[in-house]
């Protein structure tokens, strides 16, 4: 309530009192800046504009995508460090995106698949383009897919079971008792390049290059190497220098069932150059290091964040394939594709034009309530946890899903056998991305069950 003193006060007084009042000008003074200099004035971010990675590394995007669920499968924003796009957020809305691949491209000559455009600012002769099978449209994306397709058939993996298990067994063997440390160096990391070094045959004792070479991409571009300091050129002729050996070794050696001897060995192989050769097998190490890291991190994370569900696991080992379905869907480690229309279109009640950016957003679609009851909470009994759709849909579902879906598989089995539960003991810091979503760091405790 205002007082007699209160409204007696001089001005001066009032300013010490109320500090803010100091400086009305402040706005003016900000107004006469933007009008000097144009295109400075800062944007207030769209409510609904997820490319902001801040809404991921501190666990608020769930809210946000519900709203626009509840507002419609399909929504424009007009404004975003990216430049406007549109974004796709209900499950049926993204398989319709997606099985139509000649209207909405994958392509890196409309852009890629990821939000970021194709290097506009930078010169065409400064790039260095790594062509991959994930960017690309038909038919050059069916030709190349075909010669990694066949490692990841059900055959494949049955072979490749036994190798699996024994290294993730010895992983979990030589975890610390009784003190803390981190999952994701410990066991994620180690896991994951042993299985890219099982797939591809790859020298066993070098194995930490695959993490090491994966790492130099950055966590959002898988189709180009954005930029050319010397540090990225001089890891990706390291690269080239070492597959170059394997190359040769594997074409004296004949047909074999290694990733790379197959894709030698395949007859699509003639129509893909050096440079394509190699962005492939980027694709190949990248497209299974981080979001297979970030699943084994994923699943101790959501665990232990629901003890009824970890319960449920230790009592019965044979829910674990469900389990794994449904840890991928509630962590969908990767958060979107993108695509770029090609014609003038219409999406959901929507006018698309030629050329704009389409985000198809999984992890919004993996919260769909419309296909998953409680879609917020893990459940491990879910009758369609099959249904989601992290590895995406159509010509580019993900080519990998099996080996991943194995790896995971195994690991939860073997933690099983040994009783091993992984308690959240210590930090927890998440990848600040739009793009992937995961880990950094998972400190964890080792108790028995
Ligand atoms: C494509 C997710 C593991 C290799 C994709 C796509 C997604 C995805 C969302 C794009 C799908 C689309 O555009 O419709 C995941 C997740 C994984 C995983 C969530 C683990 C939990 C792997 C592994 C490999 C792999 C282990 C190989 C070693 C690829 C390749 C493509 C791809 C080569 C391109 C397929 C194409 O364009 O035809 N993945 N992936 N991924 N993934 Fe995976």
């Not at 504009?49 to 399909?74: C, Q």
């Not at 390291?238 to 030698?264: K, V």
């Not at 893909?272 to 299974?288: A, K, R, T």
Request: charged share 25%; proline share 6%.
């Amino acid at each position: 309530m205002a007082t007699a003193a209160h409204t007696q006060m001089h001005a001066p007084e009032a300013a010490r009192a109320h500090p803010w009042k100091r400086s009305p000008s402040a706005h003016e003074a900000l107004e006469a800046h933007y009008a000097a200099n144009p295109g400075t004035r800062p944007h207030h971010p769209h409510k609904w504009d997820t490319s902001r990675s801040d809404i991921y590394a501190e666990n608020r995007w769930e809210p946000i995508f519900a709203e626009m669920r509840a507002a419609g499968p399909v929504h424009h924003i007009p404004e975003s460090p990216y430049g406007p796009y549109w974004s796709v957020v209900s499950h049926k809305a993204i398989q319709h995106t997606e099985a139509l691949p000649d209207i909405f491209s994958s392509s890196w000559e409309y852009g890629g698949i990821t939000i970021l455009d194709d290097l506009p600012d930078i010169p065409e002769e400064e790039r260095m383009r790594l062509p991959m099978f994930i960017a690309m449209d038909r038919p050059k994306h069916t030709g190349q897919r075909k010669t990694v397709a066949p490692a990841f058939t059900p055959a494949e993996m049955t072979r490749l079971t036994a190798d699996i298990r024994q290294r993730t067994g010895e992983t979990l063997d030589a975890l610390p008792r009784g003190e803390k440390f981190d999952w994701v160096n410990s066991v994620s990391i180690p896991l994951t390049t042993g299985m890219l070094a099982i797939l591809f045959d790859f020298p066993w004792e070098d194995r930490d290059l695959l993490t090491h070479w994966s790492d130099w991409s950055g966590d959002t571009e898988l189709a180009t190497v954005r930029s050319l300091d010397d540090t990225r050129r001089g890891m990706l002729r390291e690269m080239a220098a070492y597959f170059q050996i394997l190359w040769a070794d594997r074409a004296q050696r004949g047909e074999a069932p290694d990733l790379i001897s197959r894709m030698i060995h395949s007859p699509a192989m003639n129509q893909m150059d050096p440079q394509e050769f190699m962005g492939n097998l980027v694709l190949l190490i990248v497209g299974g290091n981080d979001t297979t890291r970030n699943t084994m991190s994923g699943i101790v994370h959501a665990l232990d964040r629901f003890p009824d569900q970890r319960k449920l696991f230790e009592e019965d080992a044979s829910l674990i394939p469900n389990a794994v379905q449904e840890c991928i869907r509630y962590q969908t480690p990767l958060k979107h594709m993108r695509r770029t229309a090609t014609q003038d279109t219409e999406l959901f009640g929507q006018n698309i034009a030629a050329g704009d950016k389409v985000l198809l957003w999984y992890n919004s679609a993996n919260r769909d309530e419309t296909v998953f009851e409680n879609a917020d909470q893990l459940d491990i009994t879910r009758e369609n946890a099959r249904r989601h759709i992290a590895f995406g849909y159509g010509i580019h579902r993900c080519v990998g899903a099996r080996l991943a879906e194995l790896q995971l598989r195994v690991l939860m089995e073997e933690m099983h056998a040994r009783r091993l539960r992984a308690n959240v003991a210590g930090e927890v810091e998440r990848v600040r991305a739009n793009f992937v979503e995961g880990f950094r760091k998972l400190e964890v405790e080792i108790t028995s069950f």
